[in-house]
């Protein structure tokens, strides 16, 4: 099958995902230095009946170009929302889910709006709630994207920047945006402690980061020397397959109860 035939079935597959039941939110969880869960990011996977599990890095794109981005957006937002309220007042459960957020859905007219009905819908705190966004949504409609992320944080949502040090050449949006937390991407933790540049990269973000009093999260972490360094420099949250892939929520919940 030529690329323009799969790209034509993906597509022709995708667009009844949804109502077919064939997306799943799987999660994957943050812990801090002592090894205590506290939080989880939730991700989209398409179970399809053609392909088998599909990542979001596969469909995404094509979500967005087809005009399906908000539609299944809204939905991982729910299904997390519901999940993190079932969490609360459980011993040892994640005290906040982080969802992922593309620029298109972030714009979106409706967004915010979405955001504060499944709150009220599930009786959510809004401090349960991250929302990550990437570097790129800050150059795609800047101004309509700052005052999205300002209403947001008004209600109360946690703010994430994701991938950071990708894809935008300023730092000063640290400072003129609202966010809460940083999460260092994954390029720069595959080859710490060892390679001495990448090293001293995290170090000089762990530093920044802290000086503007955002939380630091470290995605991709995979080995105990990974987690050392890290450690050493005080990182707030560790994520990655060293502690677990991301899960569907019957193994989440069963990764939680094997850990006491």
């Known amino acids: 099958m030529c690329i323009r035939d799969r790209r034509q079935h993906l597509e022709s597959e995708f667009r009844f ?3 077919r039941g064939e997306l ?3 999660y994957q969880p943050l812990l801090d230095l002592e090894g205590a869960v506290q939080g989880a990011e939730a991700v989209m996977r398409w179970n399809s009946p053609s392909m088998g ?3 979001p890095e596969q469909f995404v794109s094509l979500a967005e170009s087809i005009g399906m981005i908000n539609q299944i957006g809204t939905w991982c937002l729910d299904q997390a929302c519901q999940q993190a309220r079932r969490w609360m007042g459980q011993e040892d459960a994640p005290r906040f889910v982080a969802v992922n957020v593309s620029p298109r859905q972030l714009c979106h007219s409706d967004f915010v ?3 504060t009905t499944v709150l009220e819908k599930y ?3 809004a401090t349960r709630l991250e929302l990550e966004v990437t570097e790129g949504v800050l150059v795609e409609n800047r101004e309509q994207a700052a005052s999205r992320l300002d209403q947001l944080s008004r209600l109360g ?3 994430s920047i994701d991938d950071f040090g990708t894809g935008y050449s300023s730092l000063s949006y640290l ?3 609202p966010f809460d937390t940083l999460k260092i991407d994954r390029s720069f933790i595959t080859d710490i402690p060892a390679n001495r540049g990448s090293a001293k990269l995290v170090k000089a973000i762990v530093a920044m980061a802290k000086s503007l009093d955002l939380q630091l999260v470290a995605e991709g972490v995979e080995t105990s020397q990974q987690v050392t360094f890290l450690q050493a420099l005080g990182c707030d949250l560790l994520q990655g397959y060293y ?3 991301p899960l569907p929520i019957a193994e989440f919940d069963v990764w939680i109860d094997a850990r006491h």
Do not use: G
Request: charged share 10%.
């Open 17 to 19: 995902a949804l109502e």
């Open 123 to 125: 009786q959510l705190p």
């Open 24 to 26: 799943a939110v799987y």
């Open 113 to 115: 709006t979405a955001v």
């Open 243 to 245: 502690f677990s892939k």
């Open 157 to 159: 949502v946690k703010l």
């Open 53 to 55: 599990l599909v990542a």
């Open 175 to 177: 400072q003129h945006f």
